[in-house]
T-cell receptor, first 113, second 109 residues
Framework: SQTIHQWPATLVQPVGSPLSLECTVEGTSNPNLYWYRQAAGRGLQLLFYSVGIGQISSEVPQNLSASRPQDRQFILSSKKLLLSDSSFYLC????????????FGPGTRLLVL | GENVEQHPSTLSVQEGDSAVIKCTYSDSASNYFPWYKQELGKRPQLIIDIRSNVGEKKDQRIAVTLNKTAKHFSLHITETQPEDSAVYFCAARWAKLVFGQGTRLTINP
């Protein structure tokens, strides 16, 4: 069966520091991968999605970037964190073909101080 | 553009009663409609989904109905229990999933 991992689970970072969040998927190949952000008590904001290695689509312009160095690895980065980057970050995957369902990882809770 | 509207934003029902959450979507080209349940501090979990070639789907106490002509779909929870309290998100898929704004459901004992 398929499993999606995210780490770290929680992170406290100072303003201006860099960020790297990692997401990996097991048990499937060629997945579509997604990064979402969710502010406290709010909805799901799609940040990036990827249909293959090195293929990244950005939904919202901001100081974040994403990379997909391997088929089942998706990384969310920032060179300089802002206070407003504090949020719950969720990775998700779906199959490239066939089953349409999308599944979320456990998330990373980021607090920027 | 592709858009999903979800109502109500908050819903409070007595334990044992039914709850209904409704969503409308903008473009009839969508062919897949999932529902997610998100408990406090946890990830959204897929609880039920329906494809555009089906009008209704049921799984124990939860059911989803789809009206393609009117471009709306609904989540029905019967015999509600305290553990049903959560935020529920509907979504529609075009090239990717577009989510509704969420409904905070509270079940009062």
């Amino acid at each position: 069966s398929q499993t999606i991992h995210q780490w770290p689970a929680t992170l406290v970072q100072p303003v201006g520091s860099p960020l790297s969040l990692e997401c990996t998927v097991e048990g499937t190949s060629n997945p579509n991968l997604y990064w979402y952000r969710q502010a406290a008590g709010r909805g799901l904001q799609l940040l990036f999605y990827s249909v293959g290695i090195g293929q990244i689509s950005s939904e919202v312009p901001q100081n974040l970037s994403a990379s997909r160095p391997q088929d089942r690895q998706f990384i969310l980065s920032s060179k300089k964190l802002l206070l407003s980057d504090s949020s719950f970050y969720l990775c998700a995957w779906s199959a490239r073909k066939g089953v349409l369902a999308q599944y979320f990882g456990p998330g990373t809770r980021l607090l920027v101080l | 553009g592709e858009n999903v509207e979800q109502h109500p934003s908050t819903l409070s029902v007595q334990e044992g009663d039914s709850a209904v959450i409704k969503c409308t979507y903008s473009d009839s080209a969508s062919n897949y409609f999932p529902w997610y349940k998100q408990e406090l501090g946890k990830r959204p979990q897929l609880i039920i989904d329906i494809r555009s070639n089906v009008g209704e789907k049921k799984d124990q106490r939860i059911a989803v109905t789809l009206n393609k002509t009117a471009k709306h779909f609904s989540l029905h929870i019967t015999e509600t229990q305290p553990e049903d309290s959560a935020v529920y998100f509907c979504a529609a898929r075009w090239a990717k999933l577009v989510f509704g704004q969420g409904t905070r459901l509270t079940i009062n004992p």
